[in-house]
């Protein structure tokens, strides 16, 4: 089992360096042991930097949000009802999130203390949301298309 593991990871890092290589596969320890020393995990971690990079887990983590979590979200909360009007209600078919947009904004300022000129960028980053929604108002029932329902910030 152990060999077979060894030559299955030795295929997949076929195009990385030596240096990988050799922290991910020169080890007496079984390929499906864990790793319990805190020396032999920071072996690790130049290999795992190089194989998988520092943003990844959140890039995928983000993606995973906007695939599948949001949805999930939506689903969860899907009909909007009124008390005071049983006959009304709105429920939300689907919902889809946008490609996120950047905006820059640049500007500088003169403070009077130091009588210099100070540079500021703001960086805004904004996707947006549409929903498609089934609303009935008393007996009729209307299925509107893709409502934007705003631009949600994701970073300031």
């Not at 943003?55 to 995928?60: A, E, G, I, P």
């Not at 100070?118 to 996707?127: C, F, I, L, N, S």
Request: proline share 5%; glycine share 2%; aromatic share 8%.
């Amino acid at each position: 089992m152990a060999d077979a593991l060894k030559e299955a990871a030795s295929e997949k890092l076929e195009g990385f360096s030596q240096d990988v290589k050799a922290c991910l596969l020169d080890s007496e320890a079984a390929p499906e042991a864990p790793v319990r020393e805190v020396k032999e995990k920071w072996r690790l971690l130049p290999a795992f930097l190089q194989v998988r990079g520092l943003v990844k887990q959140h890039v995928d983590s983000f993606n995973h949000l906007v695939d599948i979590e949001i949805k999930q979200i939506v689903k969860a909360n899907e009909k909007v009802t009124v008390d005071t009007d049983p006959s009304f209600y709105l429920k939300f078919l689907d919902v889809y999130v946008g490609e996120p947009s950047v905006e820059e904004e640049f500007h500088s300022e003169r403070t009077w203390s130091s009588d210099r000129f100070t540079p500021q960028v703001r960086v805004r980053v904004r996707v947006r949301v549409r929903v498609r929604v089934r609303i009935r108002v008393r007996v009729r029932v209307r299925v509107r298309g893709w409502i934007r329902l705003r631009d949600v910030p994701l970073y300031p």
